[in-house]
């Protein structure tokens, strides 16, 4: 690819350095010496400018102030600015704040004459790097997730990952629908038949699997969702481009765990496909059979994200003994309802796990909660024509949702079901986020993989 795809072009270079004759000062403002009364307030006072970040010194208050440091640098082109971090007690979040705050997707924009600016920081080298590396992940899968269907279709989502694979040192392998269909992955192949570009399931390993059982990454990959013949609203179509966000997060990861060079060996299983009407679509009635064996009825050709992704958590117990398996999906509307844009929906029968991403999303601010796992839920999923239906109807979705996804994981192995829709994409942003794709839980993910 002659582009690079791969680096999203901020338009603050940050780097670890002392001030320099004619840099802006920026300072954070301890307690003692405080003038500005609220969090996220600041000023301009003595040609020097002052943000405060709260009582709170740890945690998401830096980050935000860290959004804001970038926001503030961006607006006002500053070309050469320190920030002086004073006895910041979380310089981590810090830079994160700021890293992901400078993220801007203009690919489509007008280019503008803008300033190159560039923000020092007195902080460890090194806590700097590994910051750059997580949060350069997430902007590459923010602006992955940012990209139209005219440009990310199932087939240049595979080109990309090979591409990605061969830039980091990962193996890749990317199955077309005709051997999927050959392997009997009859859920993942259903989705996608209606379109030009049909479905493919893009494999890729990281480290010496043979040393231990690997953990793996399932992401969904709808690149468009229509709904199919359970036609979407139109209000409910636009954005539908985020519906890869699950699969982007899988991406990332498997990027900054290569360049972090974690001693984990990882797999990450990105389930692709386009969900679009046509005279080869799949239609609700269908009996579909899953690569598992599994027959499923299809109740409504828009509940669409789970049929790839049974197939792709089938592929990963097939073909690996993982240690765990994490599923990462923009799945249900309900999920929305239920938790808003704070916090994604979790459904995890195993408890060690459950805790750990649970303290990993507390730390890094990309929360989650629980959901019920009871065997009542999946009543509704029974099917009098097949093994299983693919919806349970509109009531407790985001529950039924995952345990549809629970019947294809064998008991034995710790697996955590993530449904990310309400916090993926943020119509506002917020203020280390522009509007659009947030890259939510990658950084999660990390955290407990480092862990």
Not at 59 to 82: C, D, M, N, Y
Not at 153 to 173: F, H, K, M, N, V
Not at 402 to 409: S, Y
């Amino acid at each position: 690819m002659s582009k690079n795809i791969f680096d999203a072009e901020l338009p603050i270079v940050v780097s670890a350095g002392s001030a320099a004759e004619g840099d802006l000062i920026l300072h954070i403002q301890t307690e003692e010496d405080r003038f500005l009364k609220n969090a996220g307030e600041y000023c301009v006072r003595d040609g020097a400018v002052y943000f405060y970040p709260g009582k709170k010194r740890s945690g998401e208050p830096f980050r935000v102030l860290g959004g804001k440091v970038a926001t503030f640098q961006k607006k006002h082109q500053i070309a050469s600015a320190f920030l002086d971090c004073g006895e910041a007690e979380d310089p981590a979040a810090l830079i994160e704040g700021i890293l992901l705050g400078a993220y801007e997707f203009r690919t489509y924009k007008e280019k503008e004459e803008s300033v190159r600016c560039e923000l020092k920081l007195q902080v460890d080298s090194e806590l700097l790097r590994q910051k750059t590396v997580i949060c350069s992940a997430v902007n590459m899968a923010r602006n992955w997730a940012h990209e139209p269907a005219s440009v990310i279709d199932p087939e240049s989502l595979s080109e990309r990952a090979q591409a990605l694979a061969e830039r980091y040192g990962i193996r890749c392998r990317v199955l077309d629908s005709d051997e999927l269909r050959a392997m009997g992955a009859g859920a993942i192949t259903a989705v996608g038949q209606g379109s030009e570009t049909p479905s493919r399931m893009i494999v890729l390993e990281y480290e010496d699997l043979s040393k231990t059982n690997p953990v793996v990454l399932v992401g969904k990959a709808i690149t468009f969702d229509s709904g199919g013949y359970s036609l979407k609203p139109v209000a409910s179509i636009q954005r539908m481009k985020y519906d890869k966000c699950g699969a982007m997060n899988v991406l990332a990861i498997m990027r900054a765990a290569a360049e972090l060079k974690l001693d984990i060996p990882l797999v990450g299983i990105v389930c692709a496909a386009e969900n679009v009407v046509s005279d080869k679509a799949y239609l609700p009635d269908d009996i579909l059979t899953s690569l598992s064996g599994k027959t499923i009825e299809i109740v409504s050709t828009d509940a669409e994200g789970r049929l790839i992704l049974c197939d792709g958590l089938t592929y990963a117990q097939k073909n690996y003994k993982p240690k765990c398996m994490i599923d990462f999906a923009t799945l249900t509307g309900g999920c929305v309802v239920a938790y808003g844009h704070v916090r994604a929906g979790v459904l995890c029968p195993n408890e060690e796990l459950f805790r750990d991403l649970f303290d990993a999303g507390e730390k890094t601010m990309e929360r989650i909660w629980r959901l019920p796992h009871d065997e009542d839920y999946a009543e509704l999923l029974k099917s009098s024509e097949a093994d299983l239906k693919n919806s349970g109807g509109r009531y407790g979705s985001p529950v039924t949702g995952g345990m549809f996804l629970k019947a294809f994981v064998d008991d034995a192995v710790p697996w955590a079901h993530l449904d990310i829709v309400g916090p993926a994409d943020l119509e506002k942003g917020n203020a280390y986020s522009v509007p659009g794709a947030t890259g939510f839980g990658i950084r999660l993910c990390l955290e407990y993989l480092m862990k």
